[in-house]
């Protein structure tokens, strides 16, 4: 059986652009058509900072998404030729529906492009933008701006970002309102703004709206909640809550919580440069930050035992699924994948990202495994019943991993455990069963698995045996 600390072709990990958390764009304003497919060849990891492309729509503009998906928000249209900053040295593509999307920062905003709307840029430096120029109607996400008419008339907020939405709501003029989307440029050219008074919330046409300080943060937001207290998330509107990475507006994206769910509260308040406080949560297996607008004291909720905090640390994680897990050492000779929601972010096969070792009988470097993400902590299970050969640190570049013998020349490996497995080596396990956590350690750009399949000591593609 071979040993994952002495296959050179290991220690060659690639940087797959990510998933990931979490953060995310997208696809020009026309529908998506077949083009050339963008990509990157780079010589080291190092040279995955800095890079740039270069927005080409057709003469449409391409939308910039904050979720890797046709369906999800646009966060801004930009122009065709604007230059935007790739963040793949600290996210990895993702490739859903056939399209690769491509993280990006615009005007200091991460979020998503669509391949096929992309091109190469020559090297040119991102274009910065003028998001915080009052007289270009370009305002920062989480900003604060106001009224400012002529005349002394109020500004409307419509339904949506264009004259023909339903009108919903008023700003008066001098009145602060914050930013929450945009820009978006309707057909007509105009720039709109989505934002919200704290009671209604809508699109505003940036010509009448100019930058302004924020409120202070309300004296009962001061320490409302402490840790180890049950909130639900309660929005004006029923849309949902976004949890980010820290505690500011333009933090990045971990998840969106849904109205009404229930949170265990980690840390907090913080608060930010604009006085809005903000509490660490946690909703089953996702951590981040919610500003404490939006959420409300709550009740225990019954299934609270799912919360790892709340279960009682490292030592309560190794929960074993007997129950669904088939019987331990036994191989079924079926085999599964190792999560039951994920993102593939990178195929088995071949790679020209610069990381992995020519092989020749593909005739190109080779991806060894199959990359699947997933929030952290999200559990790992054995792709069939057998024996744990190995449970530990590996030095080539997986990480925190697992190895299990299936039996008749076949074995598995799970890599970029978020730490020590709960399983050991010598162990046997069931099909299903957990045997650790996805992570990101090792030579990783985001939480994911890097899952391997061996045919006597040989990797294949995992696709062609576990489903």
Partial sequence: MANPRTRSAWKARTFPVFATLALLFSLAATPLTAGAEFDVSVGSVNDLSGLTAVAAGNGQGVNVRVNPALGADVLATIPDGTVVALRIDRADTVRAEGIRWWPVTVNGNDGWIAGPYLADSNGASPDRGTETSP??????????????????????????????????????????????????????????????????????????????????????????????????????????????HSARVRGGLVDTVAHGAKLLVLEGPRFDDDGNAWYKVEHFNNRGWVIGDWIESSSRPAYSDQYRSFSGGTDDRAVSTASTAGAAGVATGSMRLPLDNYVVTQEFGCSYLGYYSYNSAWGCPVHDGLDLAAPLWTELKASDGGTVTAAGWCDCGLGYYVQIDHGNGISTIYGHMVDQPPVSAGQQVGKGQVIGYIGSTGTSTGPHVHFMMLVNGNAVNPREYAG
């Avoid at 050219?189 to 924020?214: N, R, Y």
């Avoid at 202070?216 to 402490?226: K, L, N, R, V």
């Fill in 135 to 244: 007289g270009a109607g370009r305002f920062a996400i989480g900003s604060y701006v106001r009224a400012n008419t002529d005349d002394g008339a109020t500004v409307n907020i419509r339904t949506k970002p264009n004259l023909s939405g339903d009108v919903v709501g008023h700003i008066v003029d001098g009145g602060v309102v914050q930013v929450m989307d945009g820009p978006y440029e309707d057909r007509r050219g105009i720039v709109w703004f989505k934002v919200t008074d704290g009671g209604t919330t809508g699109w505003s046409s940036a010509e009448w709206l100019a930058q302004a300080t924020g409120p202070s943060a309300p004296a009962d937001a001061q320490g409302e909640f402490a840790e180890g207290d049950w909130v639900r998330v309660s929005t004006n509107n029923g849309d949902n809550l976004n949890m980010r």
